[in-house]
C-alpha cells in the first residue's frame, strides 16, 4: 500500500511561493510512489481551538479529537491518519498567518496529554515538515532583528514531540509581487528579487522536492 503524504499549505495563495514549494515537495513524494494530497485552508471555513476541552474529557474515545464540526474536520481526519505531513505558511508580521496557527491548534491540541512530562496520544512516529516562506532576506532573518526563530523552533519541538519527527525548511526574500510596478514598496529592487526567483528559489524548490521524496521513503 503506497504512504499516505498530505501537505497543508497555510498561504491565501494557491499558486504562489508556499504553495509552489509543498507541491514540489509532494511532487517528490509522488515520484516514491505515496498518494499525495494538497489542502489550501483559505478554501476552508473554520476556526481555531475554542477551548472546548472536550478533547481531554474522560469520555471513551475523546482524547485525540477535536470536537468541533466545520469545514477543518476532515483535514484533521486525514492529518492524523497520514504517513507524513508537510506544512506550509508564509510569514506575516512576524509569524506564520493565522489560519496557518488555527489550523496547528486544532491538529495539535486533541493530541497532547496534561501529564508531567506531557505526551501524545499519537501513537505512531511521521515525519512533518514545515514550509516557510518570507520576504526578508536570509541575513536579516539571522541578524535577530526581527527574531522569528523561537517562534519556529517553538512550532518544530512541539510538531516533534506529537508526531516523533519535525524540520524546518525556509525560503528567504521571495517576489512578493508579480509587478512591483503596480505597488508602492519603494524599499525593493524589483530587478534583485526576479534574479533571486530565477536563481534561488529553483534550489529551494529542490530542497523541497528531497523532503517530499525522504518523507516517501521514512522508514
Known amino acids: ?29 509522488s515520484a516514491e510512489g505515496a498518494a499525495v494530497e494538497l489542502v489550501h ?4 471555513d473554520f476556526k481555531g481551538c475554542v477551548s472546548c476541552f472536550a478533547c481531554k474529557s474522560l469520555r471513551p474515545g ?4 477535536c470536537a468541533v464540526q466545520d469545514g477543518l474536520s476532515r483535514v484533521l481526519e ?13 510569514i506575516y508580521l512576524g509569524a506564520a498567518t493565522g489560519e496557518f496557527r488555527s489550523f496547528l491548534e486544532r491538529l495539535v491540541f486533541p493530541l497532547i496529554t496534561y501529564t508531567d512530562p ?12 514545515v514550509v ?7 541575513e536579516f532573518f539571522q541578524s535577530g532583528q526581527m527574531d522569528i526563530r523561537p517562534g519556529m523552533a517553538i512550532t518544530e519541538g512541539m510538531l516533534a514531540r506529537v508526531f ?9 526574500d521571495t517576489l512578493q509581487f508579480a509587478d512591483y510596478s503596480a505597488v508602492h514598496a519603494p524599499r525593493f529592487d524589483p530587478e534583485a528579487k526576479a534574479r533571486r526567483r530565477r536563481e534561488v528559489f529553483p534550489d529551494d524548490c529542490a530542497k523541497a522536492y528531497a523532503m ?6 521514512w522508514p
Open 1 to 29: 500500500m503506497s504512504r499516505k503524504i498530505l501537505a497543508v499549505n497555510g498561504s491565501p495563495r494557491q499558486t504562489w511561493n508556499t504553495a509552489t514549494l509543498l507541491q514540489h515537495a509532494l511532487d517528490g513524494a
Open 41 to 44: 485552508l483559505y478554501e476552508l
Open 62 to 65: 475523546a482524547a485525540g479529537h
Open 78 to 90: 486525514q492529518a492524523v491518519g497520514a504517513d507524513a505531513l508537510i506544512l506550509g505558511s508564509p
Open 118 to 129: 506531557p505526551a501524545t496520544v499519537f501513537t505512531r512516529s511521521i515525519p512533518v515538515g
Open 132 to 138: 516557510y516562506t518570507m520576504n526578508v532576506t536570509e
Open 164 to 172: 516523533g519527527h519535525a524540520e524546518t525548511l525556509c525560503s528567504f
Open 212 to 217: 517530499g521524496a525522504r518523507f516517501a521513503r
